[in-house]
Structures are given as C-alpha cells and as structure tokens.
C-alpha cells in the first residue's frame, strides 16, 4: 500500500502497483473513494468526534469519540461501543482495546491520538483502515 499527494490536494493510494484508491479533502474531512470514483468512506471531523460512513449523507457512522482523561471511546452504528484507546503520559504508550477491555493494538508515541480506533473497526477492510488511519493521523488528529 502506498500514497502519493497529487498538486489537487488529493492523494493516490496503490496496492502492489495497482491504482486503488483516491482521497479528496474536504472542509471539515475527507472522502475515500475507489478508482473508479465511487465513494468507499466519508470522514468528518470535529474536535469532539470524528464520524467514518460509507455514505454521503454520513447516516450511520462509526465514531471516535474524544473523552475525557485521554480516551477515545470506539462506537458502531447504533451507539454499540467496541472499544477504547487509552493514551498513558507516563509511558508515551497509547493501548487499543476491545469492548471487554482486552488490549489489542499498543502504539508507542509522544500524544494522544484517537484515530488509532479506526484499527478497531473490523468491518471496514484492512487496507481501507491503513489510508483512514493515516489520512486522520496527517489531519493532527
């Protein structure tokens, strides 16, 4: 998987060669589509939330939730939480964990990032949460 910006302020994602992928930056967000134009993942971001739909009206998002304490709290359509992501300052480590608290991913870094949630999000495919990870994380997020 790899990412090239393009002088639009878009950027090309490709998989083993193979144009895949095309962000467009939006005002408050940006939007994941396939090659072919077709819209994969809309992301919008606010200070308090960060809403991921595979649908242009944004109805039945994902959400990463900013909480207070440095969590993140990892929603499914539906408010069904799935997980957290828990940043300690004492030891620069941020911990992603399941809804029963199960700690699946560690990321060792200087902030807190919420976006790290989207590794949560099974039902988005693998290479998909790669570029929204990313995509957020380049956004200061």
Known sequence: ???DPRDSGK????????????IKPGDS???L???????RWKVKIAPDKIKISDNEENTDPF???????????????????????RFDRAKSTSEIENAAGKTLFRVDGPKPSGAYGVLLLDAIPE??????LAEILSRGR
């Open 127 to 132: 290479n998909e949460r790669a570029i929204l």
């Open 29 to 31: 967000g940006f939007k």
């Open 63 to 85: 959400e990463l939730k900013v909480r207070d304490g440095d969590r993140t709290k990892v929603v499914a359509p539906g408010d069904r939480e799935i997980g957290n992501v």
């Open 1 to 3: 998987l790899r990412g």
């Open 33 to 39: 589509r396939n090659a072919d134009g077709t819209l």
């Open 11 to 22: 950027h090309k994602y490709t998989v083993d060669g193979v144009g895949m992928y095309e």
